[in-house]
């Protein structure tokens, strides 16, 4: 399970900061670790020396240029923060986070990716946007400051929790399951197989897709976004797609395209109209002509 698990550091001015996160993962047996443009040299005496015996995963780490680099294979994306500053986003505590990996990771195609911001500024709000939900370490409100590597040992000690806690249920079943271990369970046949869930790439595909597709039929405006994208892929996002879902979704779009043919307003109204149908949506009052 742990080896599914990627920190994702993203503009790291500090190579200390790089070292001391390596320690850190290492103690708690991360060894996955991105850098998505970091404003520092990676390898460097002091990052070697702050790692502490862990300097193999500054020597290991990928550098990406984009966040979309760094996780393009994850499954579920979580983003370190204290608040979304201009749109509310699914918020989770380090614990929640920790009980929610098992399952998240029961297929073996899923990854995880945990990331966290600039140590002077964090998450910028497109790259928390990116992310499934956020976490949110409750720290001393009059205090709240943590250093990067703090944080994430916080985050890898829950995910190292939550391992040790799998690892002893699967070695030690219960006397429930110990019963019920002989008895004939439901055909498989009459079971939906399990389908992976959709991928950081193929959500970007697809949001890109649907943003398309609503330009083409004049619902969206990329000089007026009023936050659609952004609220769009909150609900997404929170819905945690499956691949096959996610595929029947861009079929619906790739349909629309071809049903509007550039005649789009013809078909749903004036320009006017779709603009005050949009402001509805937006749970704004609808504008008088």
Known sequence: MLERIRIVLIGTSHPGNIGATARAMHNMGLADLALVAPRCEVITADSVSRASGADALVHDARVV???EQAVTDCTLVVGASARSRTLPWPMITPRELGERLPAELAT???R???VFGREDSGLSNAELQRCHAHVHIPTNPDFSSLNLAAAVQVLAYECRLAWLAQAQTQNKPGPAQAQTQNKPGPAQDDEEEAQPLASHEELEHYFAHLERALITIGFHDPAKPRQLMARL?????RSRPERMELNILRGILSATEKAAGGQALGARGSEPE???????HQGQKPTQD
């Not at 892929?233 to 996002?237: A, D, N, S």
């Not at 779709?274 to 509805?280: A, M, N, P, V």
């Open 65 to 67: 240029d984009s966040l």
């Open 108 to 110: 073996p195609e899923a």
């Open 112 to 114: 995880i990716a945990l």
């Open 233 to 237: 892929r909150r609900v997404t996002l």
């Open 274 to 280: 779709l603009q005050r149908e949009h402001d509805t």
